[in-house]
């Protein structure tokens, strides 16, 4: 178990902050190597209008 922070030293609180400081680094080191999270409705290409319009009779005819 760690010491409180106002029963340290200085020293004691220099070395805790410095320990933190590089956790935070990792972490967001870490983080920005992974490749961002995959959004449905995003990772899709432009579709012509002639497309959107197949599309639009699709759906029309599943909601009916």
């Known amino acids: ?3 409180p922070y106002h029963l340290m030293t200085p020293a004691e609180r220099t070395a805790a902050r410095i320990a933190q400081n590089r956790a935070m680094s990792e ?3 870490d983080a920005k190597t992974q490749p961002p999270p ?3 409705g995003t990772d899709y ?3 012509t209008p ?3 319009a197949a599309l639009g009779s ?4 599943v909601r009916s």
């Not at 699709?58 to 005819?61: D, E, G, T």
């Open 1 to 3: 178990m760690t010491t």
């Open 27 to 29: 972490k967001i080191a």
């Open 38 to 40: 995959v959004r449905s």
């Open 45 to 47: 290409t432009r579709a």
């Open 50 to 52: 002639q497309e959107r």
């Open 58 to 61: 699709v759906i029309r005819k």
